[in-house]
């Protein structure tokens, strides 16, 4: 089994270490964080500097796993520049584009597909972290136009690896639709808190499930929800662009004829549409991964299947019965 | 222990009916419901037609509870006001100025306090009600001018059996607290629902937890949530207006600097101060019963303060220490 090499050993990265261990690959981290280091270590993690993890990398043809914020990015990609130039690469980032334009600069002979895991809890850091946070969760896997089958796979078998089940999309569609999904349920909840905050202790103390359940990702770390909200811009204002509009709408409509008709029946059957599409049937497709695998997968990906098994030869996907 | 008359026997009413009778309270009820009316009846219930259930409302001195929609609390007061016209009355609707307009036009001599448990699920119908649906949870019990003692303490002793903690408000100091906390986060469930559907299955195929329990409250029934919605409108376009104002400077800032940074933290701190209001440390107050206890009840709802008990001369009540 091919080894794993994770840069950054946060909630996210500390969780496919320890889900990647687990699976029986052999693993090795690096960390900015003495905390995190700490505390893998304590587990019996081998956590080493980022050049020493690198390095091995390159010797032993690991996948790198880029774990870190956003933010820190450009400089991991530099460091890998340097130790591990044509690595085989994925990276565990909430928004793909940005990742993917940094990588094409920095890293032309990486052999490198992006990745994004849907899953998370409020808190961050190693402690937070488990090797079942990924089971059965959603794990982007982007296809682009220059994405070799050889990195694909390798990514996508680090997912089934971890127990997610791997949505293969490219980075434009994946960002579109993580604006609409996460970035703005995260703005969404930022601002109900605020609106009922505004209402002071009264509001407060009334307030039940309704408002508890809306405003629940409002108690992530702040730092992480700019990192993700900020990072992913042109897409996040095509998402909050639409919700001024449906909102502007509503509030006309109760302005105007006092009815919210509209509103209230689209947001049903939206929320019923998401429901029925985790609990329908499901149909079965084989994918044979030849040259046009990924671009087939791409298709499969954006119309809600997922892939939950790789062989040699072949993709096992399942895709939702409309 | 005065008998309790439920008219209306859906989730809240049937839960009110069960709660009251586990509290040894003698009970009966009606509704127009035949399915509500035969469930509760094989659970050993006393269900009859309104006009019985309220003629003998008036013979014992029952306490009668008004658990309808909104939009049937009308021809309910006008049976009321033909039946049993001084009673004893409080109701269960979660808008608290319309009804209170309708009981002083239709039923002044009836002693009324009106009432609002902050507790439900997104079923409705008898068969979703629970003896325990009120237990820790918020209930608040409107003081107007023309409140009695009398008829306040009688709802606010209905709700403290049931379990619940009595909030004391004004009907519009409530009808704008619940505006911001239950009906604009009903209305924000609706349009994150539908801008993720929008997506198309992709979207939702990655829609992990912040979608999930952002849009909860969508899968209630459209009918219910336009009642409670469209039933408090005055109230709820000011808070639609706040988040108008609130997400349009979000994008604002998003479109011009890039940033987010004070729409997250607001937002953060909000969730916090929500946060701490449940699990903080609380002060006790002991108030008498006199002649200005309803308005230093008031007071204190409106600092968060919630009443745990009742004897015949005082009201315990607790407040977040602030």
């Known amino acids: 089994m091919r080894a794993v090499c994770v840069i950054g050993l946060g909630l996210i990265g500390g969780s ?41 990398a390159a010797e032993a043809d690991a996948l790198v796993v880029v774990a870190t914020p956003l933010t820190a990015v ?56 488990s090797g079942e946070l990924f089971a059965g969760a959603a794990w982007a896997v982007i296809v682009e136009e220059n994405t070799t089958l050889e990195a694909w796979r390798e990514a996508a078998q680090l997912a089934l690896d971890c127990g997610a089940q791997v949505v293969p999309t490219s980075a434009s569609a994946h960002d579109s639709a993580v604006a609409r999904v996460s970035h703005l349920p995260h703005l969404f909840a930022a601002v109900l808190a605020a609106v009922g905050a505004d209402g002071g202790p009264l509001s407060l103390s009334l307030a039940a499930g309704s408002f508890r359940d809306g405003t629940r990702v409002a108690g992530t770390a702040p ?5 993700m909200t900020e990072g992913n811009r042109v897409a996040l ?28 029946d689209f947001g049903h059957a939206a929320r019923r549409a998401f ?24 298709e499969l990906g954006e119309r809600g299947g997922r892939v939950l098994a790789l062989s040699a030869e072949t993709a096992s996907v399942e895709l939702p019965v409309t």
Chains 1, 2 share one sequence.
């Open 74 to 129: 450009r400089e991991v990609l530099r460091q890998i520049a340097e130790h591990a130039p044509d690595a085989l690469l994925t990276d565990v980032v909430s928004v793909k584009d940005p990742v993917d334009a940094e990588v094409r600069s920095l890293l032309p002979s990486a052999r490198y597909a992006g990745g994004h895991p849907m899953a998370g809890v409020s808190s961050s850091g190693w402690s937070a972290g």
């Open 275 to 298: 429901e029925d599409l985790a609990s329908s049937e499901r149909a079965s497709a084989t994918v044979q991964l030849n040259a046009t695998a990924l671009e087939r997968l791409r």
């Open 16 to 56: 496919v270490l320890r889900a990647a261990a687990t699976a029986g690959r052999p693993v090795w981290g690096a960390t900015a964080s003495e905390a995190d280091a700490a505390e893998a270590r304590a587990e019996g993690f081998d956590v080493v500097d980022a050049e020493s993890a690198l390095r091995r």
């Open 223 to 227: 730092e992480l929800v700019r990192a």
């Open 237 to 264: 204002l095509d998402a909050v662009d639409d919700a001024l509009g449906r909102l502007g709408a509503a509030r006309g409509s109760l302005a105007s004829t006092g009815g919210l008709k509209s509103t209230v």
